[in-house]
């Protein structure tokens, strides 16, 4: 697809991604801001089921250590909130049930 090799207006920079996500952010105006983070840095959670995911180190990596962070889990936790964890820079382990100094 265009879009994903950076080959349309505004979205240029997927062309050096190695993972692409979704977020439920609904105002990309915000998103972008620089004063302000935007929502998809802050408040709202990624989407495990939108992903583009290239065959490059950095995008075998990080499905690997998701692949980890899967298998270490809690029984309630799951892929979303793994995924999450993830992507955001937290440590392995249940986001409920550890402080951020035990992950």
């Known amino acids: 697809l265009p879009m994903f090799h950076g080959?349309?207006?505004g979205f240029e920079d997927f062309a050096a991604a190695d993972l692409?996500?979704?977020s439920d952010c609904?105002?990309?105006?915000?998103?972008?801001?620089?004063?302000?983070?935007?929502?998809y840095h802050d408040s709202v959670d990624k989407n495990t089921g939108v992903l583009?995911?290239?065959?490059t180190p950095n995008g075998i990596a990080a499905?690997?250590?998701w692949k980890v962070r899967l298998q270490v889990g809690e029984k309630?936790?799951?892929d979303?909130?793994?995924?999450?964890?993830?992507?955001?820079?937290?440590?392995?382990?249940?986001?409920?049930g550890m402080s951020n100094a035990q992950r």
């Open 7 to 9: 080959k349309v207006a």
């Open 20 to 22: 692409l996500v979704a």
């Open 26 to 39: 609904m105002d990309p105006i915000l998103d972008v801001s620089v004063r302000d983070p935007g929502c």
């Open 52 to 55: 583009a995911v290239r065959a």
């Open 63 to 65: 499905m690997a250590e």
């Open 76 to 78: 309630n936790e799951q």
């Open 80 to 96: 979303q909130t793994t995924f999450n964890d993830l992507i955001d820079g937290n440590g392995r382990g249940h986001r409920w």
